[in-house]
């Protein structure tokens, strides 16, 4: 029989009748367990927790998978600096010159012809509020998914996200909005992200960083049902698009093949084609 303690108390003990010893000092007698994995440890081996304690091996578990969050501002990340660069300068230039007519999503140019509306949004923003925060998490979760996933991979998610994005607002938007922003792609990173997170939760510091994610998705997209002109069509596309991707890239169990990639590279561009044909298609608006 094993009882558990109170939030904040030391971790589960053992029964007294029970005599059981320390997974490590195999010849102490203890009462105590590991709070996270429920191995009997002795006073040794435990190590001070928020709650209960932790053994040796779930403590370095923890600080593996740490650095590629804590540390990933500072690694090398090539493509995010290059992306928060074009995104700012496109941002000057449309202040200055006005490439929203050119470049932003508006369904009636993209039934026409103009598909190229469908990503070039992302490089657009109608405030300093607007692409500040995007690029804030840019600046934040774009080092994190270039560092896991790679340079190559990483661009190659961000467009695609940046497509689905584009693609749902194009499908579901009413016919004369107008969208402009980064948030389709900043989306499909959290989504990858999601995946990744959640394919390693039983270490303590990635099961916190998948709160994290999942707070800022969910906030979001509620903050998108109660202020006006945000496009949470394009949040969604994003979304599911970077999900759809986290699951055919993230390596977690060894299965993510290159083969397996670029074929759910493909399926993801396929479903944003898919949308973009069927809204063409039923297109009833005039221009």
């Known amino acids: 029989m094993v009882t558990t303690s109170p939030p904040g108390q030391p971790g589960p003990l053992l029964d007294d009748a ?18 996270r994995c429920n191995r009997p440890i002795c006073g040794r081996c435990a190590i001070p927790a928020s709650v209960g304690q932790h053994c040796p091996e779930c403590v370095a578990e923890a600080r593996k998978s740490a650095p590629k969050v804590r540390t990933a501002l ?11 660069a074009i995104t700012i300068a496109f941002y000057v230039i449309d ?3 006005g490439l929203v007519p050119y470049l932003a999503s508006f369904p009636p140019a993209i039934a026409g012809g103009e598909f190229w509306r469908l990503l070039t949004p992302v490089l657009l923003h109608g405030s300093l509020i607007h692409i500040g925060l995007n690029m804030y998490i840019l600046y934040i979760y774009g080092p994190i998914v270039e560092q896991n996933f790679g340079t190559a991979r990483f661009i190659a998610m961000y467009l ?19 969208g402009v922003g980064a948030s389709g792609a900043i989306f499909g990173l959290a989504g990858i992200l999601l995946i ?3 394919n390693r939760r039983k270490s303590v510091v ?9 707070f800022f998705i969910i906030a979001n997209l509620l903050l998108g049902l109660f202020i006006p002109r945000i496009d949470n069509f394009a949040h969604l ?8 991707l986290g699951l055919g890239f993230d390596d977690a169990e060894s299965k993510a093949t290159p083969g397996r990639q670029l074929a759910t590279g493909l399926g993801v561009l396929a479903l944003g084609v898919g949308l973009v044909a069927f809204r063409t298609a039923t297109f009833t608006c005039g221009v």
């Open 95 to 97: 202040r200055v010159t």
């Open 160 to 178: 695609i996200s940046g497509v689905m994005g584009g693609a749902a607002s194009y499908t579901f938007s009413s016919c004369r909005s107008v």
């Open 18 to 35: 029970e005599e059981t010893y320390c997974y490590a000092h195999t010849k102490t007698p203890t009462k105590l367990r590991c709070s």
């Open 74 to 84: 500072a690694v090398n990340a090539p493509a995010t600096r290059v992306i928060l």
């Open 196 to 198: 990744y997170a959640y």
């Open 206 to 214: 990635m099961g916190t960083f998948l709160g994290g994610i999942r």
């Open 237 to 244: 596309g994003g979304l599911v698009g970077g999900v759809l």
